[in-house]
């Protein structure tokens, strides 16, 4: 019986998307958790995301960014290159959100602002009431 865990941490690296034959769409995340004595160590957990999940990761974490999530926890045992056992903690079917992200988004109007001011046509006007959600 499998047992769930919620966590926050930081991801230590971006996301990568993997697409199987079958099409189904698994990223991972590697994330640092760190207890709440500020000296001891911080573990690293795996997170499996699939399909939709996967893919919000691909397009919207990143590195440095800390997230919450929470899902089922599987120890994974493996053999390293030098022969040595290992283990990881993974927590799969795991739901994610973004709590902080490692770096301050710009905002719509300031990117097309920005975009407008470096193309060589002519300058485009931002309306601040024009729905321009890509959504």
């Known amino acids: 019986m499998a047992f769930t865990a919620s966590l926050t941490g930081n991801i230590g690296r971006d996301p990568e998307l993997k697409t199987f034959n079958s099409g189904s769409q698994k990223a991972e995340l590697t994330v640092a958790v760190r207890q709440q004595d ?11 995301l699939w399909n939709k999940s996967a893919e919000y990761a691909v397009n919207y974490l990143k590195k440095g960014d800390t997230v919450y999530a ?6 994974e045992r493996f053999q390293r290159r030098n022969g040595e ?10 739901r994610v959100e973004l709590m902080k992200s490692a770096e301050p988004k710009q905002s719509v109007y300031a990117a097309q602002a920005t975009t407008a001011s470096t193309s ?16």
């Open 120 to 135: 060589t046509s002519a300058p485009r006007t931002v309306d601040p009431t024009e729905d321009i959600i890509p959504f």
């Open 85 to 94: 056992a290992g283990h990881k903690i993974v927590l799969q079917y795991a």
């Open 38 to 48: 500020k000296d001891a160590e911080a573990f690293w957990v795996q997170i499996d």
């Open 70 to 75: 929470e899902g089922a926890v599987k120890e």
